[in-house]
């Protein structure tokens, strides 16, 4: 769906659909050159990444394998909870591998600084953090990441994966979610 589907629901529209495409494909193209002539493994965060992953890995021109992890760190509301919970793992052993974990949003950074820590522990040959979205403002932790797609302000987004209540996800666009749908 498109912004103007939404009627009232959006303050605005943060990036377009085409501005999304063209900085995923910017971002694919930054790993392509890190990683040329190493095997890759992309871990997906379940499930506000899977936009940025299905498109991400179809601007590659080469092969990469993906995963998926699912952990909770969010209720069903706008706020953090700080408690991060493995509700699917890896289904891939990543001993000796170059992983890349691919998220949409790094918000406190609770989630990704927990996940970095976690994956770093079963002997991978690399980590990093791919993130479409950042919000300095927010983090509560030092948190490394290596590919960033933008910064914004700290304010709640909808939009390419990124949900309030599980709607919103399937909009083609990135926006500011306006107060009223959530106080
Ligand atoms: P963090 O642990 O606070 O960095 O939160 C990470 C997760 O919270 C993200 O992967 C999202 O699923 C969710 N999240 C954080 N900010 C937003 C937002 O503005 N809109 C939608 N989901 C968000
Ligand atoms: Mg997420």
Redesign the pocket.
């Known amino acids: 769906m498109d912004a103007a589907d939404l009627e009232q629901d959006l303050v605005n529209v943060l990036f377009t659909e085409k501005q999304i495409q063209d900085r995923v494909g910017e971002l694919a193209r930054d790993i392509e050159v890190d990683y040329s002539g190493k095997d890759l493994l992309m871990v997906g ?1 379940l499930r ?2 899977v936009m940025v992953m299905a498109d991400m890995a179809r601007s590659f021109s080469r092969h990469v394998e993906m995963d998926w992890m699912a952990v909770s ?2 209720g069903s509301g ?1 706020k ?1 909870s ?1 408690v ?1 919970r493995i509700l699917k793992d890896l289904d891939t052993d990543i001993s000796g591998r170059h992983v890349v974990i691919v ?10 600084s927990w996940l970095t820590s976690n994956l770093g522990s079963r002997s991978p040959a690399s980590v990093e953090i791919c993130t479409l ?1 950042r ?1 300095p403002e ?1 983090l ?1 932790m030092p948190i490394e990441v290596k590919y960033v797609g933008w910064d914004i302000p700290n ?4 939009g390419y994966g ?3 209540r599980e709607k919103y996800r399937n909009l083609r666009d990135i926006g500011t ?1 306006a107060p009223h749908v959530y106080s």
Not at 155 to 158: A, I, K
């Open positions: 965060i506000g990444a760190s969010y706008t953090s700080g991060v998220d949409e949003i790094i918000d406190t950074g609770l989630t990704l979205l919000k927010a509560q304010e709640f987004v909808v990124l949900d309030y979610l």
